[in-house]
């Protein structure tokens, strides 16, 4: 991607003569995508639209204003055109992919009932129920990104203290782990993964039916089919699952600090969008106990 990218600032630089600043703009937007792309060990002409929603999301999650999303956005589209006009990619995935507006919009997220329901979905009856029930379990108990849960490596879960570690390229933290998570991991554990691993090198937590570390394309289809199955209507991402974690762990008293801490949020100001879902039982409580409410 290195060599396409110089190639498409040459162009912008020479055919469309753009000024230094507006050029320095575009290097910094595609050399961050390109980055983001190697981290996560992804082919950028192989992308499809959900991939770019997703780091549309990852920039989000680390703190950048929608206006730097939508000029970020419109430098990796203008990217594609140009890799798509010279025969190199047979797909622009940043087509009909929409910029966030510059307000912050509420995040999609699911109820409690809901979120029962999902994860109610898959059953332990078999080395793949057994798997998508940790899994769903998981994401939704620790409110990591999906690159960071096909990122685990089976050493970085910790079951006697109930707790995971998420490392990332700068930090790491740890998440605790709730008990029927903890539950629903430890069958897949000692009872599944065991059995779909073919090779004993791999490391990954969560692995396909071949025994390889599962891809961000694999749990997207998971939760797919499970929502399908339990006949939700909205539309559930691994992001979803991350939202909803947050939203709940706030109504139930979580204070904003610890969410945050938890999520990997680099700002609090990308922890604060939560806040419009605290429910009026907080409300009445402030009310009751506040002495000038």
């Known amino acids: 991607m290195e060599k396409q990218i110089k190639s498409f600032l040459e162009f912008l630089k020479i055919e ?46 680390i703190g950048k204003k929608s ?12 990217f594609y055109q140009y890799e798509l006009r010279n025969k190199k990619i ?16 509420a995040p999609s997220i699911l109820s409690s009932q809901e979120i029962e329901l999902l994860l109610n979905q898959p059953k332990d009856i078999d080395l793949k129920g057994t798997r998508d029930k940790a899994m769903l379990e998981f994401a939704y108990a620790t ?13 970085d879960v910790n079951l006697e203290n109930a707790t995971v570690v998420c490392k990332t390229a700068t930090k790491q933290r740890t ?5 029927l998570s903890l539950k629903a991991l430890k069958e897949y554990i000692e009872e599944a993964r065991p059995v779909i691993v073919k ?30 199955q339990a006949h939700i209507t909205k539309d559930i991402t691994p992001h979803v699952l991350r939202h909803s974690f ?18 990997g949020h680099s700002d609090i100001s990308s922890t604060q969008i939560y806040m419009q879902f605290q429910d009026d039982s907080i409300k009445n409580i402030y009310r009751k106990a506040h002495p000038r409410a």
């Open 175 to 179: 998440i605790p782990l709730g008990s």
């Open 143 to 155: 409110g990591m990104r999906v690159t960071e849960i096909i990122s685990l490596n089976i050493d």
């Open 16 to 61: 469309k003569k753009m000024s230094a600043n507006t050029l320095q703009s575009y290097e910094r937007d595609v050399l961050q995508f390109e980055r983001y792309l190697d981290a996560n060990k992804l082919n950028y002409a192989k992308l499809k639209q959900e991939d770019i929603k997703e780091y549309m999301e990852h920039l989000q999650d």
């Open 67 to 78: 206006s730097s999303i939508s000029r970020s956005l419109a430098s990796i589209r203008s």
């Open 90 to 105: 047979k797909n622009n995935p940043t087509e009909n992919v929409q910029a966030p507006k510059v307000e912050k919009h």
């Open 246 to 263: 947050a939203t709940h762990l706030l109504q139930n008293g979580a204070d904003l600090k610890s969410i945050q801490t938890m999520l």
């Open 199 to 228: 090779n004993d090198s791999e490391k990954a937590l969560f692995v396909n039916v071949n025994g390889r570390r599962l891809t961000r394309q694999g749990f997207w289809k998971i939760i797919k089919y499970y929502k399908e």
